[in-house]
């Protein structure tokens, strides 16, 4: 049995669906479009239900890639039946797609979710009422609590096997032109007043789908065209200007009849608190204090938080390279052969896992934890006018807070944004929050060079990453007057109230689900480049070894931008992953044959200034390590978001070139007031 | 009277709604249509929060420039 589960963003759709399908869920992509499609299942009563999580959306007239694949799927797909999850507390503006969907099937199941916060504030809702009138089983729930699921499996037979003709929408005037278009309309599952509804409309999209489905030439016959025209034009005469609008109002209305109807507000006040806790998040300096205090704490978590599960697992990593060394000699594989093994792929592989799995673990939850509550779109809120400025909108900050775990991450997340045009700005410039991966890096040259104490480090590196946000914002104006010329989109954005986190879940699925992530990413990515690698730092042309070759071409330029041969070249090769840089440097430095941690801060100090280093050389590198090109999991990703090959190159030559120049600029300032 | 002179908690109608066709449909869908009760709940320069529909939706000022509401 297929079922198809829709709703509005923010119902919790989510925390319904795998209520339904416990941990029985695989992710994949909508086919033809780049969507994320979550599939779970779940046997009942010996029957398999397939549960298809569709992405949220406010009405059946799509505005962006995700909305389509909902509309798609509601008008054309053969599916078994639909679960419609709601809003209790926002019932009357989840009956727009409520209605909009009853009308093309009768196949549906309404959820109305989230009564416990309903009942908090006082909202009374007659559910046998509301049944009635939509004469489809309506059900209450608290997903958080699992309260009502089995209800919906139970009731899911009523719908499937049912023959009831589907909930009319009463289109009032407008009844007699739909029926004088009617009888061109062949017969099919959809209700032919849809059909004919679309036609004045001139929905091309959705002709075409619908002429895809059925064989049929709606869309297309000049003489339907005509008598649209005509029928239009009749209604013209009546005074209504615009069609779109009318009918919209039309069902507004029939859903404001209804909720007068089946719901009580018993406190006038029941938003009092959300309003008082948005007085501070989003005032002008409360609210950017409490975001910069919040970036602040995270990091400072992440960063401390990290350290212990870094350090063990590298230990035990290493333990285990002893085992694999010894056993792939006493099998005889050639030395050379395991030398290229343990010490080339697997350190570079377990040097990755160790020291960005812990991060991770500990970012993402936090984040997810902050996402539940409901805080994150006012950051949104906060930031839209300064993203305005720059062409694009306040949900980039969105994308760049998830780029601080990953910036893999941040680019996926860009789907947010409907404008394909600030999609692009956002991907191409969220490599310029520094992620999981360069904090080690970034923390580690601070408290050698310029302040000891992490929790002063910390703040040094918030320092370090505004300055990164505020090139990102200048070069998304650069690119929004430039290349990616355009009119700024219109924003609109929900602020829903806010919910109290299910911390336990929220942690056990985002730690799962990272590292998964991390673990996969480890395997593809650092395992050729730890060959690689040791190819470099083992071949020698002559006397001296490749990686020596490179870093002494490259010393040159790398001195005009305040770095050297061997950190430009740990970035270069840190292109699979930006956590193996600093191990690469104390390679090229000491000259050996394998990546190697020195095991305290003092030595590493000690390693790189005698290598050269100045304070300036650290903050040319930590710069650098903002601004530079995106590591290639990262790459890859945006290749597969955009789909050009163009997009991914600027992608990668943008922030090189921003971090060149500046860079350069910054050496000329720091050398001549004498650092 | 305009939408966007509408003070705080300062609750009205809208009387009718003219945008672009992008916007409107937009903020149709998200609930701004004729008859509606809208109030704003927070204002920022460019941009506010208005509670419609039991729901707290922001816009950009400038998207809701045509937008009247019943005096």
């Given amino acids: 049995m297929r079922i198809g589960l829709v709703g509005n963003p923010n119902v919790g759709k989510s925390t319904i669906f795998n209520s339904l399908t416990g941990s029985h869920v695989h992710t994949g992509n909508w086919p033809g479009k780049t969507v994320e499609k979550c599939v779970g299942y779940k046997i009942y009563n010996g029957v398999r239900y397939e549960i298809e999580d569709l992405p949220g959306t406010y009405s059946l007239s799509s505005h962006s890639k995700e909305e389509e694949v909902t509309r798609d799927y509601v008008y054309f797909e053969d599916y078994d039946a639909l679960i419609i999850v709601c809003d209790a507390c926002a019932l009357e503006r989840n009956l727009n797609l409520v209605l909009s969907i009853l009308e093309i099937t009768s196949k549906a199941i309404i959820c109305v979710n989230l009564v416990d916060e309903a009942k908090r504030k006082k909202i009374k809702i007659d559910f046998n009422k509301l049944e009635d009138i939509l004469k489809v089983p309506v059900i209450p729930t608290t997903a958080r609590s699992k309260k009502g699921i089995c209800d919906i499996f139970k009731r899911l037979n009523e719908v499937i096997y049912s023959k009831n003709r589907p909930f009319k929408i009463d289109y009032d005037f407008l009844e007699e032109y739909l029926n004088k278009l009617n009888i061109y309309i062949p017969n099919t599952n959809i209700d032919k007043d849809i059909i004919s509804l679309h036609l004045l409309l001139k929905d091309c999209m959705f002709l075409n789908s619908f002429d895809y489905k059925y064989s049929s030439n709606i869309s297309r016959n000049l003489y339907l065209k005509e008598k649209v025209d005509n029928v239009l034009g009749e209604i013209k005469s009546k005074g209504v200007d615009d069609l779109e609008v009318l009918v919209k ?99 570079v592989l377990s040097w990755v896992v160790a020291v960005m799995l812990p991060p991770m673990a500990i970012f993402f939850p936090l984040f997810t934890i902050l996402e539940d509550l409901g805080y994150l779109p006012r950051i949104a809120f906060n930031l839209d006018g300064i993203y305005e400025k720059c062409g694009s909108c306040g949900k980039q900050a969105l994308t760049m807070v998830e780029g601080f775990g990953c910036n893999a991450v941040g680019v996926t997340g860009a789907r947010i944004i409907d404008s394909p045009r600030e999609r692009l700005i956002s991907i191409l410039t969220n490599v310029f929050i520094p992620c999981n991966g360069r904090f080690p890096l970034l923390i580690s040259l601070i408290t050698m060079f310029l302040i000891e104490s992490t929790l002063f480090g910390t703040v040094i590196l918030t320092l370090f990453i505004l300055f990164g946000i505020f090139i990102t914002f200048i070069i998304s104006k650069l690119l929004s007057t430039t290349i990616l010329k355009g009119v700024p989109s219109s924003f609109t954005l929900e602020l829903p109230p806010f919910r109290r986190p299910q911390v336990g879940k929220v942690i056990v699925r985002s730690i799962f689900d990272r590292t998964l992530f991390v673990l996969k990413r480890a395997v593809l990515v650092s395992m050729p480049a730890g060959l690689i690698i040791w190819v470099f730092a083992n071949i020698k042309v002559g006397d001296v070894t490749l990686l020596k070759m490179f870093s002494n071409y490259l010393n040159p330029f790398a001195n005009l931008i305040g770095l050297d041969g061997v950190i430009l070249m740990a970035f270069i090769l840190g292109f699979p992953a930006n956590e193996i840089v600093i191990p690469i440097m104390i390679m090229g430095y000491m000259s050996l044959g394998k990546i190697t941690d020195l095991n305290s801060i003092v030595e590493l100090k000690k390693l790189f200034v005698e290598s050269g280093w100045t304070i300036s050389t650290a903050i040319c590198t930590m ?53 | 009277m305009k939408l966007n002179d509408l003070k705080l908690n300062d609750e009205k109608t809208i009387k009718c709604l003219k945008a672009s066709d992008d916007i409107k449909r937009r903020l149709m869908d998200i609930g701004f249509t004729k008859g509606v009760k809208v109030k704003p709940v927070i204002i920022k320069k460019n941009i506010r929060a208005y509670m419609i529909k039991n729901t707290v939706i922001s816009v950009r000022c400038v998207d809701t420039l045509d937008i009247e509401v019943e005096v």
Avoid at chain 1, 311 to 326: A, C, I, P, R, T
Avoid at chain 1, 624 to 649: A, D, N, V, Y
Wanted: charged residues 15%; proline residues 3%.
């Fill in chain 1, 249 to 347: 109002e039309i069902v507004s209305n029939q859903c404001m009849k209804i909720a007068l109807e089946t719901v009580k507000y018993e406190n006038k006040n029941c938003d009092y608190r959300d309003r008082k806790i948005d007085r501070f998040l989003t005032g002008r300096v409360t609210g950017s204090i409490i975001m910069l205090l919040l970036l602040i704490i995270v990091l400072w978590i992440t960063i401390v938080g990290a350290n212990y599960p870094s350090d063990f697992l590298y230990s035990l990593f290493f333990k285990f390279e002893k085992v694999l060394y010894n056993f792939l000699t006493f099998v005889h594989v050639p030395s050379i052969v395991v030398d290229a093994l343990v010490n080339g792929v697997y350190r």
């Fill in chain 1, 623 to 675: 710069i650098f390590s903002i601004m530079h090109f995106p590591c290639m999991t990262t790459l890859l990703t945006i290749k597969k978001e955009t789909g050009s090959k163009m997009w991914t190159f600027l992608s990668f030559l943008i922030p090189t070139l921003t971090g060149i120049i500046i860079c350069f600029i910054l050496n000329i300032l720091l050398k001549s007031i004498g650092i």
